[in-house]
Structures are given as C-alpha cells and as structure tokens.
C-alpha cells in the first residue's frame, strides 16, 4: 500500500543545479496525483519532470512502476547518471523485502554505471555514493549490515544538503529499515517522527513525508503521532494503490473501523484500475485489512466475503506468490480463531506448495483452537509441524524469518498446556510473549498476545485476573471485538455490572451493522441492567 491544488516546495540547494522557475515544482498530470516531489538533477531539462515521477513512485512504494519511469528517462537522456540511482533504488524494498541475489548483483551494476558516466554535482555523486553503501559487498556483508551503512550515509547527505529536503525524507527511511530487530526503544521510528514532521508542516502535500510518518507511527506506542499524516496521504497520492491502503494501518491501530474499512475499499477500487502483477499483491494486502475490520465490527459475512476472495485469486507472479500464499493461510485461520469457531480451526489444512513460514500459519491455529478444545493430542501434533516449519525456514533462502516465529511457537505451546490442564505452565509461556508485543509492538491485523492471556485466565475462572489482562490489551488494540466482549464477560462474572455494561455498549456502538450472535446477548444484557 489526491488532487495537488498547491505547490509546496522543498528549498534545495539551487547554487549546486541551476532551475528553470517552471520546474521548481512537480505537480504531474491532474490525472494522475503522485503528490508534490521537487529533487532537481544535472540531466535534461527535458526529463526533470519524468524523472520526479520516479522519484514520487520510489516514495509510494510503488517500485515496478518507479523502475520503468527511470528506464524510459534513461531512454531519453542515457547520460544521466542519476537514472541509475533511480532504478536501483527500484530494487531495494526498504520496508517489504530484502533483494534476492540477483537484484543485488544488478544495483550494484547500476550504481557502477552511474559512476562510469559521471555526474556533473558533488550532489548527485553524494547520493551514488550513499546507496552504494547498501549494495557494497553484498555477498560477503549481511544485509543488516548493509541497510545501516546506507542508513549513516544518508545521515551524511542530510546533513552536508540541509536545505535538501529529499536527503532528509530519505534518510528518515533509511532509519526505518535499518531499526534493530525486538527494539523496544523505538529509537529509529522516534528520530524518523522528529525529521519527519518538520517536513509534514513545509511540505504537506510530499508523498514520502506523510507514507513515512504512518510507517514510523505503525505501532501501538506511537500510532496517534500517525493519525495527522493518515488522514493526509490518501489525498496526496490517490493514484497509488498503496498511498489509498495505507492511512488504515494507524487506522487499525486505533480502531477506527469505519475509516478502516472505507480506506481499504478505496484502495480496492484503485488497484482495479490498473493491471499488473504488483497491483494484485496490493489488493491482497487491503483485504487482509478488510477482513480484519470487518471481523471486529461483527460482520461476519462481510469477512468471510475476503476469506473466499483471496481464495479464488489467481496465482501472481513468482516474487509475490509468497504474499498470496501468506493470504491463503492467514484469512482462515484469522476467521476461524476471531469468531471462535475452534473445529473448523482445528481442521485448517495448509495451503499447498506454500512456504515452510506461511504453513505454520495453520499449525499455529490449529493449535490455539485445539487448546480451546482441551485436545491435548491435535495440540502437540500442530506443535510438531510448526516446530517443523520454524527449522525448515531456518534451513530456507529465507532464514532471518524464523527469529520472527518465536511468539507463535510460545503461544501455541501455552495453549497445549492449557489443554493438558497444565494452568500456571500455560501462563508462563503466554504472558512473555504478551510481554514482548507490548514492548515491541505487533502485527496490525494478528492477536493479541494478551488478549489470548485473558482468554486463558477466564476460561480459568478467574474474571478479575481476566478483566485486568482484557484492559490492557485494549489499550494496545483498542475496540477489538473479542476484546471488548471478553471484558464484558469477566467484568460480568466479577461481579463488576458498571463496567459490564461499559464494554458491552462500547461493542454494540462498533458493531450497528454487526451480525455475530455475541451482539444479540450484549444487547439482552445490556437491556436488564
């Protein structure tokens, strides 16, 4: 994962490039609204403005499209150097994916024909130079490494061009990509929020300014720093697909559902518009959110509309077909666990040919759903395959995902405790995890943790250890649906009426068009006290 009526633009250091006044501002057609970019370069008068289309591209992540912009630039002016920079800045995903081998391989060639050909601003080469530290020794460096060595060269750059604005948009990035794995300072997010929002007030109407701000925001400790820039993007850059998507990650956070859920339908709505391969794997992406939206205003028809679409979409191509097999796993297991339907959790089956990572995805459901059904065996048998999909992704092209697979392996683990009757074993294993997603931050559309933890305890009976856990997962995932009505339930067996009553009217108030049967016995309790 907007009509641009007023130029605001950067102050660059015009003394380094001459400017034509008609150029200082790149607005692009008013059919299409990237949003305002100004990054003047040594090339052509005649390919400033293209090559700003790029750049505005780069900073709506829409990269496939960034890249072929820079090629048709190169087209037209090959000596500009810069157009190199531009499409292997295309091949580095900063906040989706890491480079394969070959892509690697190719930036670093690019970078190299940028410098053979020379540019004519120390400028230019600073910016060469900075990306080069990602691609330098990308066979031997690992890319954490790697991501941080461009990350201080473009501190460097920001810092040497003070009035280039673009140097600081992209270092604010840099950080972001280059943020310590499990940081519970959120150091890097914090300083991209300071540089950020100097910016957000001189240039409102940037792209990568307001995209950037929800990106370092999308936590729950920082998301309502994020809400100004997510009400900004959507009407910056509505003709990307992701700049449409993205305000609903702080949205989600926040549990404004409503806005949730109108952002993603728009999003929808755009990536149908366009073709390609990429605009698939976008769509995909906004009806994960969708789902989950739906999910938590009871809409349960709704949701499950998403479940079936992702099911009936056709295979994308090869560097996305990992996302769609992550969809394919993650839309069933989320309906089946959010509107506990244990059996039908229980019986999830993998999709086939899928990633060792995106199977354990079903054996992490079938696990939580077998401890609900106290099915100690069906629990250690789904331990057993996901323990399986952790050491086959080790093993894999893509072992750094693995380090990510330990909160589901101790959820799932507490769960068949729980099953075996073993209480206090069960906590033990879940409250850390549910400690560590909130120090660290979460997944938008996964469980809580901890609401898993109040799970547990209510089903212990022990509503006001319950209650306690529910509210604080609420503070972290405010308005979830399962949140909000297990609060109801252990503040109701606590004997608690005042605050029964609060949670259950704040549930009926998300959900005027939800269907789930909770609702109706919101609504019957709701009406006797």
């Known amino acids: 994962m907007k009509l641009v009526t007023l130029a605001v633009r950067f102050v660059l250091l015009v003394s380094l490039i001459p400017l034509r006044a008609d150029e200082e501002h790149q607005h ?3 059919t299409e609204k990237l949003g305002t970019v100004s990054f003047p370069t040594s090339c052509s008068a005649s390919v400033q403005k293209p090559f700003e289309r790029g750049v505005a591209l780069l900073h709506s992540f829409w990269y496939d499209e960034a890249d072929k912009q820079f090629k048709q630039v190169e087209e037209s002016d090959p000596k500009c150097a810069m157009v190199y920079w531009g499409q292997a800045m295309s091949l580095y995903h900063q906040l989706w994916s890491r480079p394969d081998a070959g ?33 330098r020794k990308y066979g031997k460096v690992d890319h954490e490494k790697r991501a941080t060595a461009y990350a201080q060269a473009m501190e460097k750059v920001s810092q040497k061009y003070p009035e280039d604005g673009e140097a600081a948009v992209f270092y604010a990035l840099s950080l972001l990509a280059s943020a310590p794995d499990h940081d519970t300072t959120l150091e890097n997010p914090k300083k991209a929020i300071a540089i950020l929002n100097k910016l957000f007030e001189q240039e409102p109407e940037h792209p990568g300014v307001a995209h950037y701000l929800i990106h370092a925001a999308d936590n729950p400790q920082l998301a309502e720093l994020g809400l100004p ?39 929808v709505e755009v990536s149908r ?18 789902e989950y939206a739906y999910l938590q205003t009871g809409q349960n028809s709704k949701a499950m509309e998403m479940m079936k679409g992702v099911a009936d979409v056709q295979d994308m191509e090869k560097s996305f077909s990992g996302y769609l097999n992550y969809a394919r796993a993650h839309f069933p297991a989320m309906y089946a666990l959010e509107t506990h339907d244990w059996k039908n959790a229980e019986a999830l089956a993998p999709p086939a040919g899928a990633e060792p990572y995106n199977q354990a995805i079903t054996y992490w459901a079938r696990a939580i759903a077998a401890g609900h059904l106290r099915d100690a065996a069906a629990a250690r048998d ?115 009426s005042k605050k029964a009553k609060l949670y259950y009217a704040q549930l009926l108030k998300n959900c005027e068009s939800g269907e789930r049967p909770e609702l109706t016995r919101a609504k019957t309790l709701l009406a006797k006290q």
């Open 382 to 496: 789904a331990i057993a395959h996901y323990e399986a999909m952790v050491e086959a992704t080790r093993k894999g092209k893509e072992a750094h995902i693995a380090k990510y697979m330990d909160t589901g392996r101790d959820e799932a683990r507490a769960w068949l405790a729980f099953a075996e009757g073993k209480n206090e074993e069960a906590l033990r294993l879940l409250r850390p995890a549910a400690d560590r997603q909130d120090a660290e931050g979460k997944g938008e559309v996964e469980l809580p943790a901890r609401e898993m933890l109040a799970d547990m305890l209510l089903e212990m009976g022990r509503p006001e250890q319950a209650l306690a856990e529910y509210e604080k997962s609420l503070k972290t995932d405010p308005k979830r649906f399962n949140g909000l009505y297990g609060a109801a339930q252990a503040a109701e067996s606590a004997h608690d």
């Open 229 to 267: 820039a997510a009400r900004r993007y959507a009407e910056v850059a509505p003709a990307s697909p992701h700049a449409v998507h993205m305000p609903s990650h702080i949205f989600t956070r926040l549990g404004l559902w409503q806005d949730d859920i109108q952002s993603n339908l728009k999003s």
């Open 28 to 30: 692009f057609t008013s």
């Open 273 to 290: 518009q366009h073709s390609g391969m990429r605009l698939g794997a976008d769509k995909v992406h906004s009806m994960d959110f969708l």
């Open 103 to 135: 892509d690697l391989k190719r930036g670093w060639n690019l970078l190299q024909k940028a410098r053979a050909i020379g540019t004519r601003t120390q400028r230019e080469r600073d910016y060469i130079e900075a990306l080069s530290a990602f691609y």
